[in-house]
């Protein structure tokens, strides 16, 4: 067995079994991409059991923090199980489920989301990516899905030195699917979509919005970044008398019109603009155009706190518009994905926003990601996803 050696003062963070090891922590050592280590403190004392990721900053990635656990095809089986077992006391309501949540369940770099009797897996780092097909096989054991396809086609793959992969790694069949939530029908493409097909992490923040449109009798609700559809779906159910959605990506509109005419609503409460978010919102202004409720879901602007400054800037401006297009009483749902932006630094940004738009707002709720993407007190990065429900005073 290799061994890392960790510098004088950094096992810190593995003592608190934080599972990130950073390579300018590291003394001396090193292994092949995905070879399992042991990791000691600078006096040579076990810390932990890990993957080694030689190209990346995040040089190891912890299995294990007890130094009896043997890191083989019953670990990832039984930690595979612990992690379905979560989700089975969770109850979701819903054919689209989170099984794994990388480092929140043990299994740094892996997402596995089940539709239906399909599963669709994201291997992002090394670790993982060696035992490939021990998870594949145990997944396919433990779920009972006969059908297990490949999106390892993220950039946080290219930071581990890894080329994107894609396609069936288990059986074959259609990547069209129609996802059930909150009484509502949504077409998906598990080989076309965004990360696995869908974001089931705003699965939550969809019924919310719902009952938000509902409860404040919403009649023109304005959906930015609408990927194919959800808020809009939601929007519509809420009985929104028009929903506008704007996303760059014709295909992704295309799609939500269906999941439109897929749960019945007149195709008349809903337009799709194939246009830039901000450029657009600038033109509504212009316009003088109005909205009672406004969607802000914007992709991921800061991966890193290194990238924190940019982004916050880009938010800024994007909750500035949001604000200003507004009408008294109405309210923005307004989240980040970035896992650099925080969830107080993304409170400061929307409300340097108010001041900067001249709007004053309440905040009537926090939003997360919905519970089958768990957020571990050893690793708080996990809550990457926060939203704010905020209602523009007069």
């Given at each position: ?289 109005r909205f009672d409720a406004i969607v802000l879901d914007p992709p991921k602007l800061a991966?890193?706190?290194?990238h924190a400054e940019r982004a916050a800037r880009a938010y800024k401006d994007l909750n ?75």
């Amino acid at each position: 067995m290799k061994v890392i050696r960790l510098k004088p003062g950094k096992e810190r963070s593995l003592l608190r079994r934080h599972p990130w090891v950073f390579d300018g922590a590291i003394a001396r050592g090193n292994a092949d991409a995905g070879e399992t280590v042991r990791v000691d403190s600078h006096d040579g004392q076990f810390l932990a059991w890990g993957a080694c990721s030689p190209e990346s900053r995040i040089r190891v990635r912890a299995w294990s923090f007890d130094q009896a656990t043997r890191i083989d095809a019953g670990f990832f089986r039984a930690t595979l199980q612990r992690s379905l077992a979560l989700r089975d006391r969770l109850g979701i309501a819903s054919n689209g489920v989170r099984l794994v949540h990388g480092e929140s369940d043990g299994l740094p770099g892996l997402i596995v989301d089940r539709y239906g009797d399909t599963l669709v897996a994201q291997f992002t780092a090394c670790g993982v990516e060696r035992w490939k097909d021990v998870i594949a096989d145990a997944l396919i054991e433990l779920t009972g899905c006969p059908r297990l396809y490949e999106r390892s086609d993220t950039s946080s793959r290219e930071l581990d030195g890894l080329q994107p992969a894609t396609g069936w790694l288990r059986g074959d069949g259609p990547t069209a699917f129609e996802l059930q939530e909150h009484g509502w029908r949504l077409g998906l493409d598990i080989a076309q979509g965004h990360k696995t097909g869908y974001y089931l992490d705003q699965r939550d923040s969809r019924g919310v919005f719902r009952e938000h449109v509902q409860r404040l009798g919403c009649r023109e609700v304005l959906n930015c970044f609408s990927y194919t559809g959800g808020f809009t779906v939601a929007a519509l159910a809420g009985g929104a008398g028009q929903v506008m959605s704007i996303d760059s990506s014709g295909p992704a509109l295309a799609q939500a019109a269906a999941n439109v005419a897929l749960n019945g609503f007149d195709a008349g409460r809903a337009t799709f603009l194939d246009a830039d978010v901000n450029a657009s919102l600038r033109r509504f202004l212009d316009e003088g155009r109005r909205f009672d409720a406004i969607v802000l879901d914007p992709p991921k602007l800061a991966p890193t706190a290194a990238h924190a400054e940019r982004a916050a800037r880009a938010y800024k401006d994007l909750n500035r518009l949001g604000l200003k297009l507004l009408n008294p009483g109405g309210v923005l749902f307004t989240f980040s994905c970035s896992g650099g932006i925080g969830v107080e630094l993304f409170h400061k940004i929307v409300a340097s926003a108010g001041i900067d738009a001249g709007v004053d707002g309440a905040i009537l709720q926090r939003l997360g990601g919905a519970p089958d993407h768990p957020m571990t007190l050893a690793f708080p990065e996990g809550e990457y996803l926060k939203g704010l429900v905020v209602m523009r005073q007069a």
